[in-house]
């Protein structure tokens, strides 16, 4: 069996999505354009990453989703040239992300610089942030209805709640 990722995807409009994937670059690729597409990688403070389309301004794509994240800081002697028109958070400073387009989420092997699936917290958290319902805690299903945390009442028993 060929290993998979977990990445959560994000199209403009919807709620995220779990999808498990062979490769995500190649699955974010296809997602936006296929061979044509230029993937950006924008980094979020807890290891999680972001493919988006590199030219979502060029190719006039609305704002899907603003993704807080801290500024880098900037090391001493070098300067930065700020393209946004002074929208840019400060370095050191918590600003967002402003993802154009349809995008995925994984997380972020420093060590191999490869991505690689998202943790079952990851999966919570960005679920949650992007405005969706975070999955069943016990089975990784979609939980029955909004409100509810397990996706039924087998799941809510086996998990003692
Ligand atoms: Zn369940």
Not at 46 to 69: S, T, W, Y
Request: aromatic share 8%; net charge negative; proline share 9%.
């Amino acid at each position: 069996m060929p290993v998979t990722y977990k990445i959560l995807v994000c199209r403009m409009g919807a709620g995220p999505e779990l999808v498990e994937v062979e490769s995500p670059f190649k699955w974010a690729k296809k997602l936006l354009g296929g061979e044509d597409a230029y993937i950006e990688v924008a980094y979020l403070d807890d290891g999680v990453q972001i493919f988006l389309d590199e030219d979502g301004i060029g190719k006039g794509l609305g704002i899907n989703r603003l993704i807080p994240a801290r500024a880098p800081v900037v090391p001493e002697g070098v300067f930065v040239i700020d393209m946004t028109d002074g929208r840019a958070a400060p370095p050191g400073t918590i600003g967002y992300h402003e993802i154009r387009g349809d995008f995925i989420l994984t997380r972020h092997n420093l060590r191999e610089d490869e991505p690689e699936s998202l943790t079952p917290e990851d999966i919570q958290k960005y679920t949650t942030l992007l405005g969706g319902l975070p999955p069943c805690p016990n089975c990784g299903n979609k939980p029955a209805y909004a409100g509810a945390v397990y996706c039924g009442a087998e799941c809510a028993a086996e998990a003692g709640a």
